[in-house]
């Protein structure tokens, strides 16, 4: 808004000056901003309208120059919120930003416009004026809500898909156990006396159901990174790390595998879901080394601007061409058969689900037989520590 503090407008009877040239250059003034902008004097007439007021509302300045804001057109403006606005509030607070006027205008129909409403003095000798800005938000208000229902659709969706896995995954696990008792009871009591296809057939059996079980179970874990969380608090990553370590320490041995830590920082989060996370990456690493290299895995960070961290999860295995970059955080996904590497292909989706439960981003790299690098980008603190999302 421009500053126009010190342009008087038509003086107190009895003060002499030259008003014609300075009245011009408020005209001018207020005639450049490209929104619409009025004038209006200590009885809240309009005694300045510029061009795009005029050209906004499709009034005619004779029709406005002159009146009450409240009685111009079918009387859009005579608002009790408005009232309230310019005759009490402005007089305590004389600046006053950001007040919605929600109205359909003649001419031009529905329209959301954001008023800034400010009181200047002139001095002892002249009566106070105030300025009135008026921007057009009606589309950003129409997008946002287009945009807030869109999101409320997709929790609704999310949370109904989780629903449903969940309850799928317990509702088979029943039958699921059925099937692996009676076959281990099978396999224990006949297995002995079973030759050819039929032990063949009972061994593929029970492994199917043991892969189902996997299935279920990893189902099952996914729905619940949203269903079954803990509130957000200061979370040293390096011991989450050390921790994971030391849980797949069998696992790192049996591979001769090295793990190197870096220094990592300390953010909010859900701190078991930070543990799932840092444990799936790690394990994905170790499963997909090379056959003649012992593994190696290195965690480290960075940070840009304080806002965000960046954790980053790299290693030497056999890595993947990189035009499965994103295709490998799908559900089920996989770049290989079973008989290679066993595993669900779940566990990359739901490293990306916790991500961005915590409001961040996950991506990877690599090049085939070069390693993958995976990048993790998390804000250090959340919006309300301590509280859920």
């Known amino acids: 808004m421009p500053n126009i503090e010190t342009l008087p407008t038509t003086p107190p009877h009895g003060v002499a000056g030259d008003m014609p040239a300075a009245q011009q250059l408020l005209l001018d003034i207020i005639d450049t901003v490209r929104e619409p902008l009025i004038v209006l004097d200590a009885e809240f007439r309009v005694t300045q309208a510029n061009r795009a007021f005029l050209r906004t509302f499709r009034v005619e ?60 003095s002139q001095g002892p000798n002249f009566p106070r004026i105030i300025l009135l800005a008026i921007e057009d938000i009606t589309e950003r208000r129409f997008t946002e809500w287009r945009l807030a229902e869109q999101h409320r659709e997709v929790e609704r969706s999310n949370a109904a898909l989780d629903e449903f896995a969940s309850v799928a995954s317990h509702d088979l696990q029943e039958p699921l156990r059925k099937i692996l008792s009676f076959g281990n009871l099978l396999n224990t009591s006949a297995g002995s006396v079973l030759e050819g296809n039929a032990r063949e057939h009972l061994a593929r059996m029970l492994s199917a159901a043991a892969r189902m079980r996997t299935l279920i179970s990893d189902l099952l874990l996914y729905s619940q990174v949203t269903r079954r ?101 799908g559900m089920f996904a996989r770049l290989h058969g079973r008989a290679e590497y066993e595993g669900s292909g779940i566990g990359l989706a739901i490293c990306r689900k916790i991500v961005e439960r915590h409001r961040g981003t996950i991506a990877a790299m690599s090049t085939a037989g070069q390693g993958a690098t995976f990048t993790v980008s998390l804000p250090v603190t959340q919006a309300a520590p301590g509280n859920l999302p």
């Open 229 to 329: 969380v803990r509130r957000f608090v200061r979370t040293d990553l390096a011991r989450i790390a050390r921790e994971v370590i030391a849980d797949l320490e069998t696992s790192i041995a049996e591979a001769g595998g090295r793990v190197e830590v870096g220094e990592l920082p300390v953010i909010d989060a859900d701190a078991l879901q930070m543990r799932q996370l840092l444990q799936n990456l790690l394990g994905n690493a170790l499963k997909y080394r090379r056959k003649d290299t012992p593994p190696i895995v290195r965690f480290s960070s960075s940070s840009a601007g304080g806002q965000h961290c960046t954790i980053t999860v790299s290693d030497n295995g056999i890595g993947f061409n990189e035009k499965h970059a994103e295709k490998i955080f």
């Open 61 to 120: 300045p004779e029709d406005t120059i002159g009146q009450v804001l409240f009685t111009l057109g079918s009387g859009q403006w005579d608002t009790a919120p408005l009232r309230e606005l310019l005759r009490d509030k402005l007089a305590v607070e004389p600046q006053l930003n950001d007040f919605d006027v929600d109205h359909v205008f003649p001419g031009i129909g529905r329209k959301i416009m954001l008023l800034n409403a400010r009181l200047v």
